[in-house]
T-cell receptor, first 114, second 112 residues
Framework: EAGVTQSPTHLIKTRGQQATLRCSPI?????VYWYQQALGLGLQFLLW???????NRGNFPPRFSGRQFPNYSSELNVNALELEDSALYLC?????????????FGAGTRLSVL | GNSVTQMEGPVTLSEEAFLTINCTYT??????LFWYVQYPGEGLQLLLK?????DKGSNKGFEATYRKETTSFHLEKGSVQVSDSAVYFC???????????FGTGTLLAVQP
């Protein structure tokens, strides 16, 4: 069974540009989560999508946004990129129901903003 | 609010040494607790979990016991290998917000 897949593996952008990161959850999982792992800041929760709706949002500015598609895959968009957005962005997915709280992670997209 | 505190790293051990990585938490209620591991250049892998007090999670020789009285979930392994070198994250499940709250991570380096 395929795990959580993310693309691209690496992404290089310049300040002010937009970045789009993609995530495909484990088959059967309907919840997708995004986390940012920035140097020195640890792992921070960004967004949670379930059944196509944004359910919860971390303490990030509105230029971080995303969506979940009918097939449960997800996109994270970062507008007006700033140097401090350079980080590893991790996507996770989980089942609903009693196993809802086990999140399985992808390998991440490393975003570098120059 | 909910939070997780992990011991500072790096932790450097010789092969076959005993490992303990301390983790304590602050939370209301009875959150589920997790240890994740991140190998160099990779994402997070679930190592083990515990969902209620006195539960012991175990996997690949690693163990952690959910201690409600001391609000702790320390990770232990009796004999580490070079291949265990990685960053270990303690985390708790944030309930209705459905987000994981992570500790800062502990880098483990095992030398042959």
């Amino acid at each position: 069974e395929a795990g959580v897949t993310q693309s691209p593996t690496h992404l290089i952008k310049t300040r002010g540009q937009q970045a789009t990161l993609r995530c495909s959850p484990i088959s059967g999982h309907t919840s997708v989560y995004w986390y940012q792992q920035a140097l020195g800041l640890g792992l921070q929760f960004l967004l949670w999508y379930d059944e196509g709706e944004e359910r919860n949002r971390g303490n990030f500015p509105p230029r971080f946004s995303g969506r979940q598609f009918p097939n449960y895959s997800s996109e994270l968009n970062v507008n007006a990129l700033e140097l401090e957005d350079s980080a590893l962005y991790l996507c996770a997915s989980s089942l609903v129901g009693t196993q809802k709280n086990i999140q399985y992670f992808g390998a991440g997209t490393r975003l570098s903003v120059l | 609010g909910n939070s997780v505190t992990q011991m500072e790293g790096p932790v450097t051990l010789s092969e076959e040494a005993f490992l303990t990585i301390n983790c304590t938490y602050t939370a209301t209620g009875y959150p589920s607790l997790f240890w994740y591991v991140q190998y160099p250049g990779e994402g997070l892998q679930l190592l083990l979990k515990a969902t209620k007090a006195d539960d012991k999670g175990s996997n690949k020789g690693f163990e952690a016991t959910y201690r409600k009285e001391t609000t702790s979930f320390h990770l232990e392994k009796g004999s580490v290998q070079v291949s265990d070198s990685a960053v270990y994250f303690c985390a708790l499940y944030g309930g209705a917000t459905n987000k994981l709250i992570f500790g800062t991570g502990t880098l483990l380096a095992v030398q042959p």
